[in-house]
């Protein structure tokens, strides 16, 4: 199969820097042009690049016909409309998460995706992450046996990232921003998830719960059955101590099953397994340090976002469908939707089908 170079242009300077350096380093993307309304971010992008072709009007990009795919890394609650225009320009997309900011607007999306011959992909980087992949690959060889459990968490002392002025404004989530990683993650290995139960708690610097007064929880522990009964628990701290990274990763996900058990985990380019014909194992990474992680330590992970372009390429030449594409994001954020119910409600049992049905999601 001839392996096709595509044309990029990308929207949003901030998250997008880091699919700006995947890009520029990847044999399947020329970048074409990139775009943010603020032009200092836009001049300080050209420097560290040595790349001028930005803009500051989105409909530069639009109206390109050089472009044929558009990456959006914009506020949450501006990517349906940049996604709708994109498509009706014709170009491919690829998205951040999450895909929307909630469930309004799904059935309109899903609604221009039919009427597109153009692909859409949502880019949840912690799938493309160098021990996640060895972690699937396992899994898909079947090296678990059959699938018991899923343990996923984000746990990280984020109290640093309040200090952004727009984090503070009424629509920032822990959830929607953070957590979401661990709940693709659960999606990815147990799709068919049709109940959760959990709870949400905020805490102050005194450790004083703050529930009311503060419209995110920081604190979160969700647990959710599938149609087999197959179990998934999901934890999520953001604003309390840690242990470190060396003793818990901000990011992992545990399989087990009646063969073996894995961990995957993130920052640390670290994987365990014990599987049935081998015992226990664990591998290392970190040759592949300075690829994954690229400015300021460990702030950005560009290699995952390199990683998931190139799968995006390829699924554009073989003609298959990324994954996960906007159906998948948007089950996605009806189990989000579940979970956010459950914790408002003190720990009620949610149904999915039931937030999918007031919603007309199929």
């Known amino acids: 199969m001839t392996k096709q170079r595509y044309r990029l242009g990308v929207i949003g300077l901030g998250e997008g820097r ?53 990456a959006i890394y914009t506020p949450d609650q501006l990517h349906l409309t940049h996604i709708r225009q994109a498509l009706e320009a014709g170009k491919h997309v690829i998205c951040t998460k999450p895909l929307l900011p909630s469930l309004e607007g799904a059935q309109e999306l899903l609604a221009i995706m039919k009427g597109t011959n153009k692909r859409l992909f949502v880019g949840q980087s912690s799938r493309f992450f160098e021990p996640m992949l ?22 990280t002392d984020g109290r640093w990232f309040l200090e952004k002025d727009w984090s503070r404004q009424k629509g920032f ?16 290995y147990l799709p068919g998830v049709t109940e959760v139960v959990g709870f949400g708690r905020s805490i102050d610097a005194s450790g004083e719960s703050v529930n009311g007064t503060v419209d995110t929880w920081d604190s979160m522990r969700f647990l959710l059955r599938d149609g087999q009964g197959r179990m998934a628990q999901i934890s999520g701290n953001y604003t309390m101590p840690t ?26 380019l670290s994987y365990h397994t014990h599987f049935a014909e081998q015992g226990t194992a664990s591998y290392s990474f970190e040759d592949k ?35 996960p594409d906007a159906s998948e994001a948007i089950h996605t954020l009806a189990l989000m939707a579940a979970m956010e119910r459950s914790a408002s409600g003190g720990g009620q049992l949610v149904r999915i089908q039931d937030i999918k049905d007031e919603y007309g999601i199929v």
């Not at 971010?41 to 558009?70: H, M």
């Not at 989530?173 to 990815?188: C, E, K, P």
């Open 289 to 323: 340090h300075d690829y994954y992680f690229r400015f300021e330590g460990k702030s950005h992970h560009a290699g995952e976002y390199q990683n998931y372009i190139e799968y995006f390429a390829d699924s554009l030449d073989s003609g298959e469908l990324p994954l």
């Open 134 to 155: 060895h972690q699937r690959s396992d899994f898909e060889q079947e090296r678990h046996g059959a699938l018991q459990m899923v343990e996923a968490q984000y746990i």
């Open 243 to 268: 242990l470190g990274q060396a003793v818990e990763p901000s990011i992992s996900c545990v399989l087990r099953g009646t063969n073996g058990i894995s961990r995957a985990e993130y920052p640390n």
């Open 173 to 188: 989530s822990w959830m929607y921003g953070f957590m979401i990683h661990a709940v693709d993650l659960v999606r990815w």
């Open 18 to 70: 880091s699919i700006m350096s995947a890009a520029l380093a990847s044999e399947r993307y020329e970048l074409v042009a990139v775009c943010d309304l603020n032009m200092e971010l836009c001049q300080q992008r050209a420097k560290e690049f040595g790349f001028q072709g930005w803009t500051t009007k989105y409909s530069d990009l639009l109206e390109n016909p050089l472009i044929d795919v558009i």
